[in-house]
């Protein structure tokens, strides 16, 4: 879609700017993978080695700020080429976020240092990982195809993520209750499973932001929410 | 012989422009050019011209003198000295030479145009000879100059330059060679009359005798009354042609449509073709009459010629030029300032008034002070509807006359040339040249000084 | 033909800044030839009052001339025939029995290049009020010329050489003599076509700062090549393509999510 400007160096500008993103996209899906098979596998190496990936995701940001910046000086966008930056920024904002979140549950894993819970506990926040990687691939796929249906699919569906979160967090509320040896390693784990919902927020960001990269308007309706607050389990126990 | 010269002229060029375009062309393979290869040519081909027309212009006047001294020296030593036997001598002497001779030929006369013929045979393939040798040479040096670096196209272009320069300075040569030859009979003129006396005197009546004894041989040469003519009938004509054609500009430019304007310009500048003879005869045998009836009808005494007439057909004469050039100046305003005004809500003639009249002012004044100069300039309807009497006054009705048709009545007809009557002539036509001068100068720092830049 | 068109009444009400609660200048299907050709094709449009309104569109597509059609410039070329209605404050300027002097007074312009006439400063900003009699005495023709100035924000730069001629200005200070002109005969309208094609950045901005004050109390209509200067200066912008009116809209929306493929296409720069 950006082939046809009358600068075809202006197109190339903007394919540059999509493609970082895009790359960036699939590093910070790797590094959510990475860090949530790390703490499954209690594999410290790998949780390492997700905390030194960070820095080529902060590194793809600054590019793309840097690229975004110089292209908007350059070519004053109007209209869809201006949304297309202005979102790509956002996008690359969503997305290093979304890294440093891999990176803290990376760090959670090296932290807890072999005091792991037990698998069964772990088995619920990697459901909510899938459910987010999918999300995640699903809105990055809606941006590389300028999806607008795709992305609202995505924004509509962080619902599920919500639901898994809140019984996790039950989950994990009684485990704690039942010893209290086992506070540490939960509160972790209850730090993972929030960061892995707080990615799918930010997944909704992305789809919100695709719609209006596509569309020109903020989405008007208002988001399906099964529970408003942050930590229903404790207020609900 | 002359033919033969610039033939050979020409046909050394066109080889040597072949060859050095060929020569740079086949450089051109090995080498990068400075120049492109028609300029080596053109550098061979004014290498040659240039000394070959050098000798022929130089050369031949030399030539010639030589041999018609030489001619002169073997017919008869004693004619050198005196300049009419001279003449009479080498008229015999040519005619003879070429065959056109009539009469029994003497002796000595033979044997000059003898000598002559064959000096003049004899020089004359000495210089195209030497014009071959110098042509060679050139073209020699032209070759010698080539190479691929060779920066051909800077001296083509002093060449063309060159070129341009020596055609403005003939113009400018011609004009300061006609100011000082009537400069030189004005300075003699002004040896038999006070120049005093012409400039302020009152009685104009050059006819000076050619007997002392006759009638009226004192002559009067005071030019007062021949301004006041000119003026007057300048005047006139000025005052017909200056609102009718301006009149007539502002209309084509600004009012008439594009259809009238193609058909009706054209029309105009029919007017300024119309030989000045005949407009001069409508005046005289057609408006002249009818001015006299008019005048008679209300009482006043017309003259037969009058200024009036004169200036009227005059003025119709350059009725023309003032719109014809009042036009192109109006055009020239841009549309821009008469969008401004319009925009502003001003009308078609207030848009005139005070914008585009404004913007041309110069223009106009120039136009204007151009048809003055052809009015003061014109003879032909003077001499034919205002007469020849130089009578001093400002009446319209009146025979007055001009400088141009003093100048032409004094020249008709056989003259002494050193008579002061003749010189005259000389006289009035520096002060003319010296009158349309100073219009030329005031229009000019009108020009100047009123002068907008659009762009 | 209307389909080519929107002009969504209920936008024109209320929604956009500066639309007063009636448009200044309505246009209902003009029509303009020149000669043969149809130049502009039923543009119908409504210019809110006090406020910037942008005509957009590439070279040919009837923007200036839709201009000229709001103060009758058109009428200057005799080929040029204009056909529906135009009407400032509900009077249709193309009534026979209206005045264009006085539509032309009603309605200033600017052009796109600076056209000062060659007169003196003092006397471009006097021409439309001595044209139209707007002052009895010196004093007051002097009171409008130095208040034209002003409002043109030129005052402070030519107050000292009123009497020098003003094609000896700069471009930029020439276009806002120019715009003095234009307001020194207090138009409701104010026309200008290209206003800043001819000038550098320095003036252009002094230019579109002076637009910024002028809103306050003229309705402006610009038509302009540099899309930048119209998201920058006007609240609405009309986008027009081969005659037509493509899209009409806030600048806001015109210039970040316009609804016409058209309007996207030429201003994003990607017209073939």
Not at chain 1, 13 to 20: E, S, T
């Amino acid at each position: 879609m950006n082939d046809q400007h009358t600068a075809k160096a202006f197109d190339i500008d903007l394919q540059d700017i999509a493609r970082m993103v895009a790359e960036m996209g699939g590093l910070a899906e790797k590094q959510v993978a990475d860090s949530v098979d790390a703490l499954a596998k209690r594999d410290t190496t790998l949780a390492q080695r997700v905390t030194a990936a960070d820095s080529a995701i902060d590194a793809l940001q600054r590019e793309i700020e840097e690229k975004s910046v110089l292209t908007i000086a350059r070519r004053q966008p109007m209209a869809v080429d201006l949304r297309d930056i202005v979102g790509a920024l956002r996008l690359a904002n969503d997305i290093e976020r979304i890294g440093d979140l891999a990176k803290n549950i990376a760090k959670r894993v090296i932290a807890l240092n072999a005091e792991f819970p037990p698998p069964k506990l772990i088995r619920g926040v990697e459901h909510m990982t899938d459910l987010v990687l999918e999300q995640l691939k699903a809105v990055l796929d809606a941006y590389a195809r300028r999806d607008d249906n795709k992305a609202m699919a995505v924004w509509r569906g962080d619902e599920e993520i919500d639901a898994v979160c809140t019984s996790v967090f039950r989950e994990l509320l009684t485990y704690m209750m039942e010893d209290p040896r086992n506070i540490t390693c939960c509160i972790h784990l209850m730090f993972c499973a929030k960061n892995i919902e707080r990615m799918g927020d930010h997944a909704t960001n992305i789809a919100e932001t695709v719609h209006y990269i596509i569309d020109g308007n903020p989405i008007t309706e208002r988001r399906p929410k099964g529970d408003t607050t942050t930590i229903p389990a404790l207020t609900g126990a | 012989m002359v033919y033969l010269y610039l033939a050979g002229l020409f046909v050394l060029v066109a080889v040597g422009y072949l060859f050095g375009r060929a020569r740079a062309k086949a450089a051109a393979d090995t080498e990068a050019l400075h120049s492109r290869p028609p300029y080596h040519g053109a550098f061979v081909g004014l290498s040659i011209i240039a000394p070959m027309l050098l000798l022929l212009v130089i050369g031949l006047p030399i030539a010639d003198r030589m041999i018609v001294n030489q001619a002169l020296q073997t017919f008869d030593p004693t004619v050198m000295s005196d300049d009419l036997r001279r003449g009479v001598a080498l008229r015999d002497i040519t005619a003879l030479a070429t065959g056109k001779y009539t009469g029994e030929p003497t002796l000595a006369l033979r044997q000059a145009a003898d000598t002559y013929a064959s000096l003049r045979a004899w020089t004359y393939n000495l210089i195209l000879a030497g014009g071959l040798v110098v042509g060679l040479l050139g073209a020699a040096f032209g070759f010698r100059s080539l190479s691929a670096s060779f920066r051909a196209r800077n001296h083509v272009e002093r060449a063309v330059k060159i070129l341009l320069l020596a055609a403005a300075s003939v113009a400018v040569l011609t004009t300061i060679g006609i100011v000082f030859s009537v400069l030189f009979e004005t300075v003699r003129f002004f040896e038999r009359v006070s120049p005093f006396e012409f400039l302020f005197g009152l009685q104009w009546s050059p006819q000076t005798a050619i007997r002392a004894d006759q009638a009226g041989s004192s002559g009067a040469f005071g030019i007062v009354p021949l301004v006041t003519g000119t003026l007057l009938i300048t005047g006139i004509a000025i005052l017909i042609a200056g609102p009718i054609g301006l009149f007539a500009a502002i209309y084509m430019a600004e009012y008439a449509t594009p259809r009238f304007r193609a058909f009706a310009k054209p029309i105009l500048e029919i007017l300024a073709g119309i030989p000045t003879v005949v407009l001069g005869f409508f005046a005289a045998l057609t408006l002249a009459p009818i001015i006299r009836e008019t005048g008679e009808s209300m009482g006043l005494n017309v003259a037969s010629e009058s200024a009036l007439a004169a200036g009227i057909v005059m003025g119709m004469m350059i009725i023309p030029f003032v719109s014809s050039l009042s036009d192109d100046v109006i055009n020239a305003v841009p549309q821009s300032l008469r969008d401004g005004s319009y925009a502003m809500g001003a009308t078609r003639s207030e848009t005139v008034k005070k914008v585009i009249l404004p913007a041309a002012f110069s223009g106009i004044v120039s136009a204007m002070m151009l048809a003055i100069s052809r009015a003061v300039g014109e003879t032909m309807i003077v001499v034919m509807a205002a007469g020849l009497a130089g009578n001093l006054t400002f009446n319209p009705l009146a025979a007055v006359t001009t400088f141009t048709v003093q100048i032409k009545t004094i020249l008709v007809g056989d003259q002494e040339f050193d008579s002061a009557k003749t010189l005259a002539a000389f006289a009035l036509g520096f002060v003319l040249f010296f009158f349309t001068l100073t219009l030329n100068i005031i229009a000019m720092q009108i020009v100047k000084r009123y002068r907008e830049q659009y762009d | 033909m209307n389909s080519m068109v929107q002009v969504k009444q209920s936008d024109a009400e209320g929604a956009a800044p500066g639309l007063g609660v009636k448009p200044k200048v309505i246009a209902r299907d003009v029509n303009v030839f020149y000669g043969d050709k149809h130049a502009l094709k039923g543009v119908n449009l409504d210019v809110p009052a006090r406020a910037v309104t942008a005509l957009i569109g590439p070279s040919g597509c009837g923007k200036s001339t839709f201009l000229r059609c709001i103060n009758r410039m058109n009428d200057t070329i005799p080929i040029c025939r204009v056909t529906g209605k135009i009407e400032i404050d509900e009077r249709d300027i193309y009534d026979p029995t209206l005045d264009v002097v006085q539509l032309r007074a009603r309605v200033g312009m600017v052009f796109q290049k600076p056209n000062p006439f060659p007169k003196s400063i003092y006397e471009n900003v006097a021409y439309g009020p001595r044209i139209h009699g707007f002052a009895k005495t010196k004093a007051e023709l002097d009171e409008i010329v130095a208040g034209s100035l002003r409002k043109a924000g030129l005052f402070e730069e030519v107050k000292d050489r009123l009497q020098e001629s003003g094609t000896g200005l700069s471009g930029g200070q020439q276009q806002r003599l120019c715009i003095a002109r234009a307001i020194a005969v207090n138009p409701e309208v104010i026309l200008m076509d290209e206003p800043c094609s001819a000038l550098d950045p320095i003036a252009t901005a002094k230019i579109e700062e002076l637009m910024d004050e002028l809103r306050e109390n003229f309705t402006i209509i610009i038509v302009t090549h540099s899309m930048q200067q119209a998201a920058r200066v006007s609240e609405r912008t009309a986008f027009f393509h081969l005659g037509y009116l493509v899209e009409e809209g806030r600048t806001e929306e015109m210039f970040t999510k316009p609804k016409d493929q058209r309007t996207q296409d030429y201003i994003t720069g990607r017209f073939g």
